[in-house]
Nanobody, 125 residues
Framework: QLQLVESGGGLVQPGGSLRLSCAAS????????IGWVRQAPGKEREVVSC????????NYADSVNGRFTISRDNANNTAYLQMNSLKPEDTAVYYC??????????????????WGQGTQVTVSS
């Protein structure tokens, strides 16, 4: 089955930037839509962004629209989430999730079939 590994999380000050990466193995990523999902302490998982399998369409949650950018490089089997102007409320574990469809969905999270282990993003001064 598709395996996903996230990297790039860490501690950043408010207003800073981070770039998360999601490396895929076992299957070629181009057959899967990808979502970035976050879970803050005490809250449910939420899809913050998704991208179609071909990369021709993206969606963003209102809370991150204009600050985050999702992208993918199917040739290198990797997806990315560029996060700018980070806020303390962006603090969460961020997961890369794959869907065995070409279409992009912003939820529910149960529509995603494959998950990485998550990477912690902490926004704090």
């Amino acid at each position: 089955q598709l395996q996903l590994v996230e990297s790039g999380g860490g501690l950043v000050q408010p207003g800073g930037s981070l770039r998360l990466s999601c490396a895929a193995s076992r299957f070629t990523l181009r057959y899967f839509a990808i979502g970035w999902v976050r879970q803050a302490p005490g809250k449910e998982r939420e899809v913050v962004s998704c991208i179609t399998s071909s990369g021709d369409s993206t969606n963003y949650a209102d809370s991150v629209n204009g600050r985050f950018t999702i992208s993918r490089d199917n040739a290198n089997n990797t997806a990315y989430l560029q996060m700018n102007s980070l806020k303390p409320e962006d603090t969460a574990v961020y997961y890369c999730a794959g869907r065995s469809r070409s279409s992009c969905v912003m939820g529910p999270v149960t529509l995603y079939d494959y998950w990485g282990q998550g990477t912690q993003v902490t926004v704090s001064s």
